[in-house]
């Protein structure tokens, strides 16, 4: 299984970006799925998650301001970040759970893959 994110890099305050995480050698669309970030100095924080039937969840920090979505034929995860502020920037990693519990979280220790990351940078 590889998870390869892309669609990081340099914005300002307000603008938007979209993240894209490709998954290969794993095509179970039953699965759950998600974005963890980490800051510099910090410890990885869910961000979204989103389950096989397309139900999703957020952290309360990107609520309204991120979207997080699925291309089951391309086997493709997106996250569509809007109104991006300082306090966002940080490296974001996509992970696929592998079935390691029965409902999509974002806890670290339920996702079993794991991408290498794409830094979002926001300036003010």
């Known amino acids: 299984v590889r998870l390869v994110e892309s669609g990081g890099g340099v914005v300002q305050a307000g603008g938007s970006l979209r993240l894209s995480c490709v998954a290969s050698?794993?095509?179970?669309?039953?699965?759950?799925m998600a974005w963890f970030r980490q800051a510099p100095g910090k410890e990885r924080e869910g961000v979204a998650a989103?389950?096989?039937?397309?139900?999703?969840i957020y952290a309360e920090s990107v609520k309204g301001r991120f979207t997080i979505s699925k291309d089951k034929a391309k086997n493709t995860l997106y996250l569509q970040m809007n109104a991006l502020q300082p306090e966002d920037t940080a490296m974001y990693y996509c992970?696929?759970?592998?079935?390691?519990?029965?409902?999509?979280?974002?806890?670290?220790?339920?996702?079993?893959?794991w991408g290498q990351g794409t830094q979002v940078t926001v300036s003010s």
């Open positions: 992970a696929a759970g592998g079935h390691v519990v029965p409902i999509a979280t974002m806890i670290e220790v339920d996702y079993r893959y």
């Open positions: 050698g794993y095509t179970d669309n039953s699965d759950y």
């Open positions: 989103i389950d096989g039937d397309g139900m999703v």
